[in-house]
């Protein structure tokens, strides 16, 4: 947790320097480049790298890294293949010529993504938990320093910036590992790799499909502004989601893993006061949301123009909008971990498709409006299908009463 907040702060802290270094096309640019690149991400794996944590032997663990590692390069040259040929009909579809000559990083981008997902949960296996924060901060650190230095590349620098990030935080875990795993990993052969592969075939079979949904639901919002607004408008509306969303998200993944643990608990011990629990816990959290929704809502253009920068006041007067989604988001996210328990798994599941349908749908709808429609839009379909979420999640916090009667025992071992 210690190495996720500096990893992130860091950025946070340098975003009212780099937006006096970079224009919001600029970052129009970036948002793009990190929507694709982190779509791809989610699958570059096969998601056979959540499997890492689960074999009793090491050997097997290691075998299930290099097997992640070689799906990661193989996509990610198909990946290469397809931009070589297909780069001006994917500008076409972003209507967006200026990420053209960066899409060509794309494929490396993932695949060093790809390759730090598997070494991360290794590392996570291992317990090395130093080596996770080190690494996180060198993402975080090296990134922004990348940005500051390749300023006069205009978009380019905070693209190869966010490319420099990566590219340190998995040095870190290679040189750790090259140093103290090796003989693990040394004793992988390709008959160990087939049979971990067949082992844990239903990671790729049932996982890839609801993180691919999923991811691409996060990212619409920017998939779409690119492709039926300009750059600048792309830029600052990233750059105020960005802004907004990095602190809360922050102190919802405080609360969400606290959570987990005390959801779990009282599953166990008296299921019957879950869901009473679950909405307190839900109004204290929209509780703590009001004071900055009345400082962004009555400020926020003032607060940006002076943080950022004057080009920056816009940006301002969107998060006057979008607060009304971070707050809702911070106040029922962390309560989505009554939806990992196995009796609740299809719910969440459901409300994931319900929500790309209906983002994906809503967005569409007004491509064709003013930005500030757009954002409005966009606004309401949150606030409406956070609400929903809260319903499933309170209807699965009561039925946990049920399932607790018979199964409170392993109820931990049966939270993902």
């Given amino acids: 947790m210690t190495g996720t907040t500096l990893a992130q702060a860091i950025p946070i802290a340098a975003m009212p320097l780099l937006t006096r270094l970079y224009t919001p096309e600029d970052f129009g640019v970036l948002a793009l480049y990190m929507s694709i690149a982190a779509m ?61 000559l960066w899409l060509y990083l794309i494929p490396f981008t993932v695949f060093v993504t790809g390759l730090w997902q598997a070494l991360n949960y290794w590392n996570n296996r291992a317990k090395k938990y130093k ?35 990566q590219v340190a935080a998995t040095a870190v875990f290679l040189a750790k590992i090259w140093r103290e795993d090796r003989s693990a990993i040394s004793q992988v052969t390709a008959a160990s790799i087939l049979q971990n592969a067949k082992r844990y075939s239903k990671f790729p079979k049932y996982s890839s499909g609801g993180a691919l949904l999923n991811n691409a639901a996060t990212q619409m919002p920017v998939l779409m502004l690119s492709k039926f607004f300009e750059t600048h408008i792309v830029g600052v509306f990233s750059l105020t989601f960005r802004a907004l969303n990095l602190p809360m998200s922050l102190i919802a993944a405080s ?17 019957e006061i879950l869901a009473r629990y679950v909405f307190k816990v839900f109004l204290m959290l929209l509780a703590l949301m009001i004071p900055l929704i009345i400082v962004v809502w009555f400020f926020g253009g003032q ?18 909008i979008l607060i009304f989604a971070i707050a809702i988001r911070f106040s029922v996210s962390p309560l989505s971990t009554v939806l990992a328990m196995e009796h609740n798994i299809k719910l969440g599941t459901a409300w994931q498709v319900i929500y ?61």
């Avoid at 390749?150 to 490319?163: D, K, N, P, T």
Wanted: include cysteine; charge should be neutral.
């Fill in 131 to 165: 080596r996770l924060a080190v690494s996180r901060i060198v993402q975080g650190g090296g990134m922004t320093a990348a940005q500051f230095s390749l300023s006069w590349l205009a978009g380019g620098g905070l693209v190869l910036g966010y490319l420099a990030g």
């Fill in 40 to 100: 791809i991400s989610v699958v570059i794996n096969a998601r056979y790298e959540i499997a890492v944590m689960l074999p009793e032997r090491d050997e097997d663990a290691a075998s299930l890294v290099v097997l992640s590692v070689s799906i990661a390069a193989g996509i990610s040259l198909l990946l290469l293949a397809g931009i070589y040929v297909f780069n001006d009909a994917i500008q076409g579809w972003l209507n967006n010529s200026a990420i053209g």
């Fill in 255 to 271: 609360f969400s893993q606290v959570l987990y643990q005390r959801f779990v608990t009282i599953h166990r011990d008296r299921p």
């Fill in 303 to 320: 607060i940006f123009g002076v943080v950022f920068g004057e080009a920056w006041r816009q940006a301002g007067e969107y998060a006057a």
């Fill in 356 to 416: 790309f349908i209906t983002v994906t749908g809503t967005l569409y709808i007004f491509r064709n409006s003013e930005i500030s429609k757009f954002i409005l839009a966009f606004t309401l379909h949150d606030v409406v299908l956070y609400s929903l979420y809260l319903v499933f999640i309170l209807y699965g916090a009561r039925r946990s009463s049920a399932a607790g009667d018979g199964g409170g025992e392993d109820c931990g071992k049966r939270v993902i």
